[in-house]
């Protein structure tokens, strides 16, 4: 009885937040569990198949870049891993704005690969809708290939669950 109610008072301010109309800021103190695939404890053979996600933290287009690069490094079998799926990059604070239209001559070379990627179908990009909204950026002012999702932390949980181990 204890545990349903704990899962109950976990899932209460989720609750409250889903029947909000307005859109709210992203919330930033939300833990999210990492599983790091090289762990020990995770054997991975060059035949089994993974589903990845990008673990972005630092919210910075240095660590976009990288992660973007390390996303072509694994579609060109310069890893171990072997992925069955898109890597999935859900975007969800301060690097969204690298996409905006108005800032790609600044991010011409960060955009063009992603989009890259994208169209050979190594990653799929996701924004945060909410921090979208926050920050007044609407679904036109970015590319096409970026997809919006409600609520960018809600998508990574949602990643996880289904398998996806973040690199």
Known sequence: MSHKLSFLLLLFPMLVAA????????LHTQTVTVVAVADSSVQISKSQSLKLQADIELHTLTEL????EQAEGIANGK???????P???????????????????LNKSLV??????DAFNVIDVKVCRRWMGANGIMVN??????????????????????GYAYF
Request: aromatic letters at 8%; hydrophobic letters at 45%.
């Open 65 to 68: 870049k990288q992660l973007l």
């Open 79 to 85: 890893t171990e891993y072997n992925t069955e799926a």
């Open 141 to 162: 002012d970015l590319p096409s290939f970026v997809e919006p999702v409600p609520f960018g932390v809600a998508e990574r949980n949602r990643l996880e669950a289904a």
């Open 112 to 117: 063009d690969l992603a989009a890259r990627l």
């Open 19 to 26: 029947q909000s109309p307005a859109i709210q800021p992203a």
């Open 87 to 105: 890597i999935a990059v859900v975007l969800h604070g301060e690097e969204i704005r690298a996409f905006l239209r108005t800032n790609y001559r």
